[in-house]
């Protein structure tokens, strides 16, 4: 299985909601990250966990809560968004090492719309 | 910290002719390059990488790029370009980061393919 699997695929939220973003993968990969893409941009780092545990924060508000529950799963708890946090949410996982560190296999994302 | 240029936001080849595009980097130790490939509204695939060793690396769908270590670039070709390839490329470089692992995204390059 080389999938990274994200659900939903698409997400329209209210500024007062809280949703969550989910993230699968069953490649035994024992790294996990949030990255966030506006329209026409890159992708850009938000979270990293590394053997489950929170590794790297890329300054992220607090509004974006990641959690890890165990080696497969990566969530991400969304609350009081704001409509410039409208993007395409991809996750992503890679091997942790000095060879495999960093080829990421990303999921398709999660498109959410903030109202 | 590390950096990725793409110098080029678009570019538009006809099918069948040569493609370059290009991709500088900026990283105090030996980098991770990357080439990923991403269509409309999907997450992003691997199409090659650079760790170590042989300077042109071959990839999927007939792609390569050449690691210049003197011109800090890392420029993906293909010979012959087929509508199909279409898309958005990101060059990317990794390395490690206070906390872990971190991959960086260039801003990208649309290329468009003509009949």
């Known amino acids: 299985d080389t999938e990274v699997t994200q659900t939903p695929k698409h997400l329209v939220m209210g500024m007062t909601n809280k949703k969550s973003l989910k993230c699968e993968q069953h490649?035994?990969?024992?790294?996990m990250y949030w990255y966030k893409q506006k329209a026409k941009k890159p992708p850009e780092l938000m979270f990293v966990?590394?053997?489950?545990?929170?590794?790297i924060n890329e300054s992220v508000p607090s509004r974006f809560s990641p959690e890890c529950p165990n080696s497969s799963l990566l969530n991400l708890h969304l609350h009081a968004l704001q409509p410039e946090d409208s993007a395409l949410y991809l996750c992503?996982?890679?091997?942790?090492?000095?060879?495999?560190?960093?080829?990421?296999?990303f999921g398709a994302g999660s498109r959410l719309t903030v109202l | 910290a590390q950096s990725v240029t793409q110098p080029d936001i678009h570019i538009t080849v006809s099918e069948g002719a040569s493609l370059e595009l290009r991709c500088n980097y900026s990283?105090?130790?030996?980098?991770?390059l990357f080439w990923y490939v991403q269509s409309p509204g999907q997450g992003l695939q691997l199409l090659l990488k650079?760790?170590?060793?042989?300077?042109l690396v071959q990839g999927i769908k007939g792609f390569e790029a050449e690691f210049k270590r003197s011109q800090s670039s890392f420029n993906l070709r293909k010979p012959s370009v087929h509508w199909s390839d279409a898309a958005e490329y990101f060059c990317?470089?990794?390395?490690?980061?206070?906390?872990?692992?971190?991959?960086?995204f260039g801003a990208g390059t649309r290329l468009f393919v003509k009949a």
């Open positions: 992503a996982s890679s091997q942790v090492g000095s060879s495999g560190a960093n080829v990421l296999t």
């Open positions: 490649m035994g990969h024992r790294a």
């Open positions: 966990y590394s053997y489950e545990k929170l590794s």
């Open positions: 990283y105090g130790a030996t980098p991770y």
């Open positions: 650079y760790f170590s060793g042989d300077t």
């Open positions: 990317a470089v990794g390395g490690l980061n206070t906390g872990g692992f971190k991959t960086i």
